[in-house]
């Protein structure tokens, strides 16, 4: 990793969705400012994870000045190694916090992630500085909440998991995982297609049939995946395995992996999905 300077003005498209221009400080001054050159790339990687469309820096680099301006102490990773960022997914939702510093677990970084930074469930801090830092910054900006985002979000909600019902034109009721049997042991109204998907515990999309693209990844159910107007015809659940019916067909093959392949996803690429089943 090495650190990149940039004049004031520059404009370098530094990977496909991500200019230099960006980084640049917002101390109202004209000066040169640094970016990490692994930075932008990894921006790259979490938008494919999560199903974003765009990425919009609040704030990059920071010269000492600004820093102190804002009320840190002249030091920081936004010295060319960090940036505080939202992502939004392909219908213009602002994706949360959570399911930003989930994907980079899930990617492996073990260097600096912020949830919920400056307060805000909609930015995420990002850097590349070489230590971990797990933080929750709704708490504090500088101590660590967790090894792991995962543990840290987990046990306040049972498993359970729901579908809205592009029929009625509301949620179902929720289905407890494992627990029920004949109609409580699956979510869904056969013959109705589902437009929406909540699953406490776990982390899931789904693949919207007109539209052809996957949803940004969701974790629990305070949000869901989904716009509740477009059927569904693809889903994916991480770390459990899960079933998909066919509006007017029959259960699928039961999946146990999440990848590009015809096996890493439930449901049939144009095929309405009207029941979701989960299984440990």
Request: hydrophobic share 35%; glycine share 10%.
């Given at each position: 990793?090495?650190?990149?300077?940039?004049?004031?003005?520059?404009?370098?498209?530094?990977?496909p969705?991500?200019?230099?221009?960006?980084?640049?400080?917002?101390?109202?001054?004209?000066?040169?400012?640094?970016?990490?050159d692994?930075?932008?790339?990894?921006?790259?990687?979490?938008?494919?994870?999560?199903?974003?469309?765009?990425?919009?820096?609040?704030?990059?680099?920071?010269?000492?000045?600004?820093?102190?301006?804002?009320?840190?102490?002249?030091?920081?990773?936004?010295q060319?190694?960090?940036?505080?960022?939202?992502?939004?997914?392909?219908?213009?939702?602002?994706?949360?916090?959570r399911?930003?510093?989930?994907?980079?677990?899930?990617?492996?970084?073990?260097?600096?992630?912020?949830?919920?930074?400056?307060?805000?469930?909609?930015?995420?801090?990002?850097?590349?500085?070489?230590?971990?830092?797990?933080?929750?910054?709704?708490?504090?900006?500088?101590?660590?909440?967790?090894?792991?985002?995962?543990?840290?979000?987990?046990?306040?909600k049972?498993?359970?998991?729901?579908?809205?019902?592009?029929?009625?034109?509301?949620?179902?009721?929720?289905?407890?995982?494992?627990?029920?049997?004949?109609?409580?042991?699956?979510?869904?109204?056969?013959?109705?297609?589902?437009?929406?998907?909540?699953?406490?515990?776990?982390?899931?999309?789904?693949?919207?049939?007109?539209?052809?693209?996957?949803?940004?990844?969701?974790?629990?159910?305070?949000?869901?995946?989904?716009?509740?107007?477009?059927?569904?015809?693809?889903?994916?659940?991480?770390?459990?395995?899960?079933?998909?019916?066919?509006?007017?067909?029959?259960?699928?093959?039961?999946?146990?992996?999440?990848?590009?392949?015809a096996?890493g996803?439930?449901?049939?690429?144009?095929?309405?999905?009207?029941?979701?089943?989960?299984?440990?």
């Open positions: 990793m090495n650190l990149i300077q940039y004049n004031y003005e520059d404009q370098t498209q530094l990977t969705h991500f200019k230099a221009s960006e980084w640049r400080c917002k101390c109202g001054r004209i000066h040169s400012f640094f970016v990490a692994t930075l932008p790339f990894l921006l790259e990687k979490v938008m494919k994870q999560v199903g974003a469309s765009h990425g919009y820096i609040s704030s990059g680099y920071r010269c000492p000045y600004q820093e102190k301006r804002i009320g840190g102490s002249g030091s920081t990773t936004h060319g190694y960090a940036c505080d960022i939202k992502f939004t997914d392909f219908s213009g939702k602002v994706i949360d916090s399911w930003i510093v989930l994907a980079l677990e899930d990617l492996g970084h073990v260097y600096g992630i912020g949830y919920k930074c400056g307060g805000s469930s909609f930015y995420t801090h990002i850097d590349v500085k070489p230590r971990k830092w797990y933080g929750d910054e709704s708490k504090s900006m500088t101590q660590s909440c967790c090894d792991s985002f995962y543990d840290y979000f987990k046990g306040q049972k498993e359970t998991y729901q579908v809205f019902d592009l029929v009625k034109m509301k949620w179902l009721n929720k289905i407890v995982v494992n627990e029920g049997k004949c109609i409580l042991a699956y979510a869904g109204n056969f013959g109705h297609a589902i437009g929406g998907l909540k699953i406490d515990g776990f982390t899931y999309r789904v693949h919207f049939l007109k539209m052809n693209v996957w949803s940004s990844w969701m974790t629990g159910s305070d949000g869901y995946a989904g716009n509740l107007k477009d059927a569904i015809d693809g889903i994916q659940v991480k770390n459990i395995h899960y079933q998909a019916h066919l509006k007017n067909g029959d259960w699928l093959h039961l999946i146990q992996k999440v990848d590009d392949t096996l996803y439930a449901g049939i690429y144009g095929k309405e999905i009207d029941a979701l089943k989960l299984k440990k």
